[in-house]
């Protein structure tokens, strides 16, 4: 008896590979939370898992949609994410100094992180459209440039300068991929350069800080410089294979400030030191790879962009949190997905990795 015979169609067509690596890097991230709390399933490992069980069943669901689905959804949900955000503005919870949330009664929901995967969606749609004639003239710019810039900005209002940041490079990835000149990203790259102490002088002060303490952690030592100083220091402490599960005394200590959310990657290489740290990059570049591969096998334009545009959104989040607890880019407040304590980004990786999971469902052959 084949095992095409047992085996029904809908679970043949799983990536039972990808989701057993998704859980394995959300698993250690359980992990890494239990220590940062002392030895502790709460407050943070209990929440965190029961989280991870719920999207993996969300992400599942979203690759039974197919591509035709995404397609003809696309466009309703970024109008309605648009609404959402302008809401957000009119009425929004404030949490921390910033407008981000709408509180629904039963959940706080933050639609400027549903707008991440939704962007690659629909710039990636847009071009879908697009006839192949068009791709070097105005009107293959300007259409995609309102796509994005028109959330970028309201999410930067909220502040939210790190998902602006991404909201931003998710859609112009998808647009270098679909064939734009090159010239017209140096170009807005030289005059974004140009633009940038104008652009500084009008960010809030607590994000001039940011920026002044990435080029010189020093000058403020135990106060806007504090963060980074302690997450560098977790980092090296921890040497090629770290203090030991549980051991980690920057964090224990409370020395290290967010040691479950944003600085949490400080946490565990402190305690799995390199070692654990390659574990966790490669975990997170085989995901990567899964998806770019989902892109070169996808059939249609929108497929082929969409599947790379999601793939780099995974790859902005790890990426950007890596080099920001590093001392490599400023904190922008990007957490590491999977690891980091939190809902947000979790929900918005398994997104991206459900619909990664629908596109490839609809390339396979019927």
């Known amino acids: 008896m084949s095992r095409e015979s047992i085996v029904p169609a809908p679970l043949r067509e799983v990536p039972w590979g990808l989701l057993a ?13 239990y220590s940062a709390a002392g030895g502790s399933v709460r407050p943070w490992a209990l929440s965190q898992g029961t989280r991870l069980m719920a999207f993996l069943a969300l ?20 109008l309605g994410l648009v609404s959402m955000l302008l809401l957000v503005e009119l009425f929004g919870f404030v949490g921390g100094g910033s407008r981000r949330w709408l509180d629904l009664g039963f959940i706080r929901l933050q639609p400027s992180e549903l707008m991440k995967p ?4 629909a710039v990636a749609r847009f071009y879908d459209m697009l006839p192949a004639g068009e791709i070097r003239r105005f009107s293959a710019v300007w259409p995609p440039a309102l796509l994005i810039g028109v959330p970028a900005f309201l999410v930067m209002t909220q502040p939210d300068l790190g998902t602006a940041l991404m909201i931003c490079g998710g859609g112009i990835t998808v647009a270098f991929l679909s064939g734009l000149p090159l010239r017209l990203f140096v170009g807005a790259g030289a005059i974004i350069a140009a633009a940038f102490p104008i652009a500084l002088s009008m960010m809030h002060g607590y994000q001039r800080d940011r920026i002044n303490i990435f080029l010189n952690p020093e000058s403020d030592p135990l106060g806007t410089g504090y963060h980074i100083i302690q997450s560098k220091i977790a ?9 030991g599960f549980l051991e ?21 290489a402190e305690e799995w030191g390199l070692v654990g740290g390659l574990f966790l990059i ?26 790379a545009g999601l793939s780099t959104t995974i790859f902005f989040y790890f ?3 890596l080099m920001m607890v590093m001392g490599l880019a400023p904190v922008v407040g990007i957490p590491l997905p999977l690891v980091s304590f939190g809902g947000s980004a979790m929900m918005t990786v398994l997104i991206c990795i459900g619909m990664l999971m629908a596109i490839d469902r609809s390339a396979r052959p019927a």
């Not at 939704?118 to 969606?121: E, H, P």
């Open 118 to 121: 939704v962007i690659v969606l």
């Open 21 to 33: 690596l998704v859980a394995a890097i959300g698993g250690f991230g359980l992990v890494v939370l």
């Open 235 to 243: 980092i090296g402490s921890g040497g090629i294979s770290g203090k």
């Open 319 to 321: 990426a950007i949190n």
């Open 248 to 268: 980690g005394t920057q964090s224990h200590l409370d020395y290290l400030p967010e040691r479950h959310t944003d600085f949490v990657f400080a946490t565990m």
């Open 59 to 78: 992400a599942l669901l979203i690759s039974r949609l197919g591509e035709h689905r995404l397609k003809a959804m696309t466009m309703p949900a970024y």
């Open 282 to 307: 490669l975990g997170y570049m085989m995901v990567i790879r899964w998806g770019m591969r989902v892109s070169t096998r996808a059939k249609g334009r929108f497929a082929r962009l969409a599947a």
